[in-house]
Every structure is written in C-alpha cells, then in structure tokens.
C-alpha cells in the first residue's frame, strides 16, 4: 500500500476519534509497532467492547455463518461473537491476510456495517489493520474494492509516544533507560531471514521477562533473555549497557571529564556501547545551524573532538563509527563534520579511504 504519510500514536488516535466513528478505518503498519494496542485503547475511550477477529484464521462461513431453515426458507446465522445486540467496535486484524474469498465476505460488512439479514447496531465501529507487503508477513493483495471502502492510515514509530507510554506501564526500569539512550534501537525493518527482531512489542516481551527474574539477574541469563527477543545487534548491545550500568564507566562522567573511556579488552561491548551512545547524545544535542550555537553547544563540541580524539587512540574503527550514521540515518551536524576533517583530518581520512 503506497501512502506518502504517516502518523504517530497519538495522531492515530486522534484520526480515530474522528474518523473511526462514521468511516471503516484500516491501520497500516510493520509487525510489532502496536496497532492491535491502539484500537483495544480507542474502544476504551470510547466505551465500546472490543471484537477482534484475525483474518488469516477466518473462512467465509466464519463471518456469514450457516444456513438455517427458518419457516421454509433457508436464513444465514453470523456467529454471536459479531452478532451482537449492543454496540461494539470490530477489530479485523491482519485484514490483507486472508483469502480474496474472505475479503469478499467483508464487502457489506466494512461499507454497509450488515452481514446478510445481520445489522450491526447503531454506534458500532469497524477498524482493520495489516502489515505491508515489504515486511516479510503474510500478507495478500487487497482487492481495490475493499481498498475504496476504508480510511487508509500509515502508522510510524514513535520513540517519545513509546516511552511516554511505558512510564505508565510497568516497564522495566532497564528497558526505559536504554530506549532513552538508543532510540533509534526501538524498532527495525524486519529482516529477510529467520531471526528476531527488535520492535516496540519485542522490546515489552524482554521487559516482562526482566521483571520476572528480579534483582538477581545473572549476565548469561540476561544474553538469553536479549537474543531471544531483539535483533542480534540490538540484543549485544543491551548486554553492553547492562554492564555499563554496573560498572564504573558513565557516559556523563565521560563527557564531563570525570572518567575515561573503558580500555581494556574485556570492556570492549561496553566502549562499543558507549561510543554509540555519545553519538546519540552529540546529534540530540548539537543543533543544525552552527549559527544558534550557545555557550554549552560549544563547550559540548570541544569536549566531543578531544573524546573522539582519545577514543579513536583505544580503537580507530569504533571512532570512525561515531561519526558516521546511524542506523536510521541520522548523523551529526554538517558544521560539526566540517570541524572534525579540520582538526581531526586522520580520523576522517581513515574513514574514508
């Protein structure tokens, strides 16, 4: 499905609220990033129970239900779960998942709100949602018919809507933190091949487990919980963090000159981390435009070439990585750059060759 914008959580609910209640909605979004969670949260707003049905699990005669004879003619039964004598709001999730006979059969049911002689009661909503086509789920076609029948919204990951909800929601106090550090480690494309991968869901799925094993959390046991939820990257630099947590090395005493980069060779998933992490923090922190630069932007800039200069003493690659994108692309100021290949020409020429 090609849709040029995308919303947040929070601009999805708000579209939900207004939309929702007159027009059939359809969520579209990669696997993991909450969708089924926000329709559970608008039915609650709205005071409605909520019905899901999972549309890679349904036949047509699941929605249509069987024929009955009722006074010599033959009468179709819906299930009672949608056939239902008060408002509710129908989630059909994984909607593009099901088969075009079962797209068919939510014809009537997304434009008209009936399923055959079934009318669904006055104030009843019908929202969909499905993942797309370039993230390796199972998704099918969808028909152009049904497409003209909905209200199509492109979800996107919110990192600060993702922390603002887990705050409230036990998450563990671990998980929090490293999100706050690594924001661009919340979610990832999922991959080609069979492996885990790291999303808001996945990310809850490791604090849950976190939460059961308590305080007494051995490192081995933590590698385990990690690899089995997170992208295999994601899940060794976590392990990096926990470490880090534990240990001496801060990144703020770091940066404000009170500890040194960690050196030795066992610490070296911990420096990794950290260099990643100072990277995080230069590009939150530094503006665009060196012209709005303030007294702190411009102590904060010193203090980050001589890090970058002792940190690429320790290990050339790692610093070379601090200063190249991130995983999702964003990278340091321009005007930063351009002070770094005039006082740090080796690091950059190194880099680049």
């Not at 981390?273 to 939150?284: C, E, P, Y």
Request: charged content about 20%; aromatic content about 8%.
């Amino acid at each position: 499905m090609n849709i040029s914008a995308s919303v947040t959580s929070k601009q999805i609910m708000d579209l939900l609220l207004n939309i929702a209640v007159v027009r059939p909605v359809f969520i579209w979004g990669p696997p993991g990033i909450g969708k089924s969670s926000l329709v559970q949260q608008f039915a609650e707003m709205v005071g409605l129970p909520c019905v899901s049905l999972l549309g890679s699990q349904l036949a047509p005669e699941d929605l249509i239900g069987v024929p009955q004879i009722v006074d010599g003619k033959s009468r179709f039964c819906p299930p009672s779960m949608i056939a239902r004598s008060e408002p509710y709001c129908l989630f059909l999730d994984e909607l593009n998942a099901c088969t075009h006979e079962v797209q068919k059969a939510f014809y009537s049911l997304i434009l008209e709100k009936r399923i055959g002689e079934y009318v669904l009661p006055e104030g009843s909503v019908v929202i969909g949602a499905g993942n797309r086509a370039q993230d390796s789920a199972i998704v099918k076609p969808m028909s152009s018919a049904l497409i003209n029948r909905m209200f199509h919204v492109q979800l996107k990951v919110s990192h600060r809507g993702w922390l603002e909800w887990a705050y409230n929601n036990g998450i563990h106090p671990m998980v929090i933190a490293y999100i706050e550090a690594r924001p661009d480690h919340l979610w990832v494309q999922p991959p080609k091949h069979e492996e885990p991968f790291s999303t808001p869901r996945s990310w809850h799925m490791l604090s849950d487990a976190l939460n059961e094993y308590g305080d007494h959390l051995q490192l081995e046991t933590l590698d385990i919980l990690a690899t089995g939820c997170l992208s295999p990257h994601h899940a060794g630099q976590f392990k990096a963090f926990y470490k880090q947590t534990n240990n001496k090395y801060k990144l703020n005493a770091i940066l404000e000159g009170e500890a040194n980069w960690p050196h030795l060779p066992e610490d070296r998933d911990v420096l990794y981390f950290m260099a990643q992490s100072f990277r995080a923090q230069l590009i939150k922190e530094l503006p665009d435009s060196k012209d709005i630069l303030t007294e702190h932007h411009k102590k904060l800039a010193h203090r980050a070439k001589a890090l970058l200069k002792s940190l690429s003493a320790i290990s050339l690659e790692i610093a070379q990585l601090s200063v190249s994108k991130n995983e999702i692309g964003e990278s340091l100021p321009d005007w930063f750059l351009v002070e770094i290949v005039r006082d740090l020409p080796r690091l950059v020429q190194k880099k680049d060759s």
